[in-house]
């Protein structure tokens, strides 16, 4: 009990940084204690995690949102999702210049859903370029194949044709 309080103050002193103060610094510093506080996270904390994410954007703070963007890949409500907020956090690895947790954060997006265009190009290319070449043929394979019942109406106007 005591550190979900605990997070709920450091989330309330972010918001005021925010709002009364316009300190972005500071609020990003409360947001990022209220998420270690409230542990264990879970879909409650998505807001927070939000908020905490977007300080982290405006900031460029490219680590910071990688890590953020990975947590909240596990409250994704469906597939893609999920697999658009792991490939977040891949894109924000390769702007860290952390190339290795970029491809794992890709390979965890194509592991979510196997058909996202954007995940399979950017995990393959990675694989491709850390010399796993069977792996990212592997990806692209089954993506190029795939058939059309097995794609999302989401995924039929992006497909490869």
């Not at 794609?151 to 044709?161: M, T």
């Amino acid at each position: 009990m005591v550190s979900s309080a605990r997070g709920f103050v450091f989330e309330a002193l972010g918001d005021m940084a925010l709002l009364l103060l316009r300190d972005e610094d500071r609020a990003r510093t409360c947001f990022a204690a209220a998420v270690a506080a409230a542990q264990p996270l879970d879909a409650r904390h998505v807001a927070l995690l939000d908020k905490l994410l977007e300080r982290q954007d405006l900031c460029g703070d490219h680590a910071g949102s990688a890590r953020t963007a990975e947590l909240m890949a596990a409250f994704g409500a469906s597939p893609a999702e999920r697999a658009a907020r792991h490939l977040r956090a891949a894109r924000n690895y390769l702007a860290a210049g952390d190339l290795g947790r970029a491809r794992a954060a890709a390979d965890r997006a194509v592991d979510s859903d196997p058909y996202d265009v954007d995940a399979v190009d950017l995990a393959s290319g990675l694989a491709i370029d850390r010399g796993d070449v069977d792996a990212g043929s592997a990806m692209l394979t089954r993506l190029l194949t795939a058939k059309e019942d097995r794609l999302s109406p989401a995924h039929q106007p992006r497909r490869f044709r």
